[in-house]
């Protein structure tokens, strides 16, 4: 099997439903930046070792959601884990449990992990964006609870990981 084509070349591509649209379709849109945000997750696998399994894991549930939001009601639509959205509550409140209470706003990445991280999360507000502008049809609420718990679950993680390299939070008055 070839990893080309050709179908997309003039500007159009296949959703999950079977519908062809423009690339610059908004279900389009989220899913891309969905994709992108798995690759900043991959970047951030490399350089923070002890988080590979959770990382894979969201990675798995980005996987999922990309496909619910280019299902559009299909017979074969796929379900988001009911439980996503605790599971990454509970990995936020073990991390938190961990960090100097934050009182300021501070500087992203005070390390490479750290950093890592923190472009991921601006990744993941991106996809918030593009996620709760979808209309027809709207994406499921869990979904965009999901992508909100995840962006507060890779600020802590990148608060530690720069805790963890001896760094401290950088405050932007410092």
């Not at 496909?67 to 996503?84: I, K, M, N, Q, Y």
């Amino acid at each position: 099997m070839k990893i080309y084509t050709k179908k997309g070349d003039a500007g159009r591509t296949q959703l999950f439903s079977g519908r062809r649209v423009e690339k610059s379709a908004p279900a389009v849109v989220a899913t891309g930046d969905l994709d992108e945000l798995s690759a900043a997750l991959g970047l951030a696998r490399v350089a923070c070792p002890a988080l590979t399994e959770e990382l894979r894991g969201i990675q798995r549930d980005l996987y999922i959601l990309g496909a619910v939001l280019s299902a559009e009601g299909t017979r074969a639509e796929p379900v988001f884990p009911a439980d996503a959205t605790e599971r990454l509550e509970k990995l936020i409140d073990a991390t938190e449990a961990a960090l100097p209470e934050l009182r300021d706003f501070i500087h992203p990445g005070e390390s490479e992990g750290g950093a890592r991280l923190h472009l991921a999360r601006a990744i993941v507000r991106r996809a918030e964006r593009s996620v709760a502008a979808l209309k027809k049809p709207a994406a499921p609420p869990q979904v965009l609870s999901y992508l909100n718990r995840l962006s507060d679950l890779l600020f802590v993680w990148a608060r530690k990981a720069d805790l963890d390299s001896g760094a401290q939070d950088r405050r932007l008055k410092d």
